[in-house]
């Protein structure tokens, strides 16, 4: 077959939009190749059982109403659960594994979700800056394979703010198609967490925005876009509605169940702490601007700066950027999305905790902002001063580059990224949530296990001694990654005659016990967990000969 007319097929395409292909694909295959370079989050164990639960319920017909009583597990939607225990049963592949996999291949899908909404509003260019400004941000990248309900609800909410853009722009009448994805993409929110019930105030913002501009306000053609417009997008909030239901059985209980989980969730405390600025919080107590600096300290300073760009030229009528009022009203819209959520946590001083873990579903719009306002402000530059637009693109260009490779030299611990404003890692280090999910735990144990192999050999297959190892971490994370046959979990309880521990520095968990230090992981410069031999503690006899 000849290449001849791919090849020409490819040349007639805009270089931008092959780029971001090109880059998605880049992408996905290297998730693909290091998706087992993660753990196990505390999570996954008891979202897996909540998806179980849920099937449980349908299949043995409404009987089995354990699903009512789990935790508090019943207050969230188990879409992505029951989707991923339905193909463990099908999938030779661990299903721990398998989670992974689906998660970060949504995560991508988000990626893609964003480039696309960015392309609608600004064109292909911005397509690009977006996919890289999320891409490269470490808060996105290292949440990808086991934030198994913050990133797929993240992804949902990007791809119905994608679908309700282009249902605005055809308000009162938008094409079904637009609807149909809407009411989708709206209900996979729904069918994973409470919060999506934002996408009703990003409907109401939307008409308001997208409304003619007549005199007076309420003039009886504005009456009729309104009414017309909430009619049109009535099957999209109806299908939501069923698939909210489909995936969250007890918001299938009773009309107002969503809303009684909504103010839950805001009276919502464990005993969870976090950190910030060095201070130690209760989840319940965390100062009012906890989640806005986070933002400020986690996303890449380009990202925040060139979304500043988008608000600034959008909200600026006159600007050479931004041409049309349509394109200033996507921007507002997209805007919305990203700075209301964390309003409403402002205002509200909602508890919070593990940094932007629960609003993680702000950064695809945050890249999109970042996409339009960088490319405007390019295109702005270049306009005045072609030298002066190259030499800006050409900033650009190096800084994304340092964040990739910062991602690179973090791997696979890219979620601990900070930025300079507190002096990245470094200067994050025991200040800031770090390794919250434990994923250097693995790494760890490799090199307890190397440790063991090196100073105590087995001999002829079997251990001289067995040693308990008390771990800071969950139970089910660690026994999937051990292999030594020298090595027993030890249990909480126990701690304290434990031969070895493992512990990450999150919220100085390593300090808890003592020992020599045989292991470390550490990124940067900083140590993300210890590894540490208390046989010293418990057995003199045995320590002395090592």
């Known amino acids: 077959m000849s290449l001849a007319r791919p090849l020409r097929w490819l040349a007639a395409q805009d270089t931008c939009d092959v780029a971001t292909a090109a880059l998605l694909i880049a992408i996905a295959a290297v998730a693909l190749l290091t998706v087992r370079s993660y753990a196990i989050s505390n999570d996954e164990p008891v979202q897996h059982h909540y998806g179980e639960l849920i099937l449980s319920y349908y299949t043995s017909g409404f009987v089995d109403r354990d699903v009512f009583h789990y935790l508090n597990l019943y207050l969230y939607g188990g879409l992505f659960d029951i989707v991923a225990v339905a193909l463990s049963h099908v999938l030779p592949i661990d299903a721990y594994d398998l989670r992974h996999v689906l998660c970060a291949l949504i995560g991508i899908g988000g990626i893609g979700a964003a480039a696309a909404t960015a392309r609608l509003v600004s064109g292909s260019r911005a397509a690009l800056i977006t996919v890289i400004a999320l891409a490269s941000c470490g808060a996105w990248y290292g949440a990808m394979f086991n934030h198994t309900k913050d990133i ?31 009411g989708l993409l709206a209900g996979a929110a729904l069918g994973m967490r409470v919060l999506g019930l934002l996408i009703v105030v990003y409907i109401v913002v939307a008409m308001v925005l997208y409304a003619p501009r007549v005199w007076p306000p309420f003039s009886r053609d504005r009456r009729r876009f309104m009414l017309g417009s909430a009619v049109a997008l009535l099957p999209a909030l109806v299908l939501a509605y069923c698939i909210m239901i489909a995936a969250w059985p007890w918001a299938g209980q009773a009309p107002l169940n ?21 201070q130690v919080y209760d989840m319940s107590t965390v100062p009012r601007l906890y989640v806005p600096i986070y933002f400020l300290v ?7 700066a060139g979304a500043a760009l988008a608000i600034g030229f959008a909200l600026w009528p006159r600007s050479a950027a931004t041409p049309s009022s349509l394109c200033r009203r996507d921007i507002v819209l997209v805007a919305v999305t990203a700075i209301l959520p964390i309003a409403c946590e402002v205002i509200s001083r909602g508890p919070a905790f593990t940094g932007l873990r ?33 030499a800006a693109l050409a900033a650009v260009v190096v800084l994304s580059v340092s964040n990739t490779v910062t991602l690179v030299r973090l791997h696979p611990y890219e979620y601990v990224d900070y930025n300079s404003l507190v002096g990245g890692l470094p200067g994050a280090a025991r200040r800031y949530d770090m390794d919250y999910w434990f994923n250097s735990l693995p790494d760890a144990i490799a090199q307890l296990e190397a440790y063991l192999r090196q100073t105590e050999p087995l001999q002829g297959g079997k251990a ?56 470390t992981v550490e990124r940067l410069g900083v140590a993300l967990a210890y590894v540490k031999d208390r046989r010293s503690l418990t057995r003199p006899a045995v320590a002395a000969v090592h």
């Open 152 to 182: 797929p609800f993240a992804v949902a909410m990007i791809g119905a703010t994608l679908m309700l853009i282009h249902c605005a722009r055809g308000l009162p009448s938008p094409r079904p198609r637009h609807v149909l994805g809407f």
């Open 358 to 390: 629960h609003f993680m579903f702000v950064l695809p719009s945050l890249a999109v902002l970042a996409g339009v306002g960088l490319d405007a402000g390019l295109t702005a530059l270049a306009r005045r001063q072609r030298h002066l637009g190259q």
């Open 258 to 278: 969503p809303l009684r989980a909504a103010a839950a969730f805001s009276e919502f405390h464990m005993t969870i702490r976090t950190l910030l600025a060095g």
């Open 464 to 519: 001289a001694h067995v040693y308990t190892v008390a771990v800071c971490g969950e139970r089910l994370a660690y026994e999937k990654r051990a292999t030594s046959p020298q090595l027993h979990w030890d249990d909480m309880p126990r701690w304290d005659q434990a031969d070895f521990f493992i512990a990450p520095t999150q919220m100085n968990c390593d300090t808890i016990l003592g020992g020599k230090v045989i292991g």
């Open 298 to 304: 986690r996303v890449p300073l380009l990202t925040l």
